[in-house]
Structures are given as structure tokens and as C-alpha cells.
């Protein structure tokens, strides 16, 4: 079992950055690929980027790279996404999930089988 629960969303005017923190609890976190979606309403839910259990790895999505960054401590039981540059466009509900064991990174949520309450990120513009 994990439980996860994100932090660090908030109001930011565009171009200004945040760092969401997602906590986890559970002996199998440190095995797991995590990974960060968002979702906003009416829209279905977005890959946002991924890395893998031992942080030697990350994926992004298209729309992200470059201003987003994804790392985790395994030690402090932790993953975080530092976001640069943010758009209005970020505005979302962002949440982080843990991934079924799979040999690489997926950006299709139905992978993922642990998932935290989200947090609210708002990008003004």
C-alpha cells in the first residue's frame, strides 16, 4: 500500500515558479515510478512527467519540457515538481501516483494504481 498527499500548490502570476512536494507513506514507495498529472474541469487528465524508482530517469510531456522538472529522495520518502515558467495554461488540479511495476515510464494514468487528493495550482496572467 502508499498513500500519497501533495503540497506546495497555490496562486502564482505567470512566469513565476512553484515546487509541489508529494509525501508518501508505504515500505513499497522506494520501488515505485511516480509520476505527476493534472487535470482540469472538463478536460480529461494530462501526463505531466515521470521518473523512475532510483531518480536515473525522467520523462515529460511535450507542453512541460524544459520548464518543469520532476526528482524524488527516496530517503525522505518524497517526490517533487519544480515548475519554472509557468503559463496560464498550467492552471490544474495537480496529482501525484504511484506506477505499476512496469520495464519504463508510462504517461497513461490507467498504469498507475496509487494516487494522492491533488493540489491546486493557478497560474494568473
Known amino acids: 500500500q502508499v498513500a500519497l498527499v501533495e503540497s506546495g500548490g497555490g496562486l502564482v502570476q505567470a512566469g513565476g515558479s512553484l515546487r509541489l512536494s508529494c509525501a508518501a507513506s508505504?515500505?513499497?514507495?522506494?520501488?515505485?515510478?511516480m509520476g505527476w498529472f493534472r487535470q482540469t474541469p472538463g478536460k480529461e487528465r494530462e501526463f505531466v512527467a515521470a521518473?523512475?524508482?532510483?531518480?536515473?530517469?525522467?520523462r515529460y510531456a511535450d507542453s512541460v519540457k524544459g520548464r518543469f522538472t520532476i526528482s524524488r529522495d527516496n530517503a525522505e520518502n518524497a517526490v517533487y515538481l519544480q515548475m519554472n515558467s509557468l503559463k496560464p495554461e498550467d492552471t490544474a488540479v495537480y496529482y501525484c501516483?504511484?506506477?505499476?511495476?512496469?520495464?519504463?515510464?508510462?504517461?497513461?494514468?490507467?498504469?498507475?494504481?496509487?494516487w494522492g487528493q491533488g493540489t491546486q495550482v493557478t497560474v494568473s496572467s
Open positions: 501516483a504511484a506506477q505499476r511495476t512496469l520495464s519504463y515510464l508510462s504517461m497513461n494514468g490507467v498504469y498507475y494504481d496509487y
Open positions: 508505504g515500505r513499497i514507495f522506494s520501488s515505485r515510478s
Open positions: 521518473i523512475t524508482w532510483s531518480g536515473g530517469m525522467q
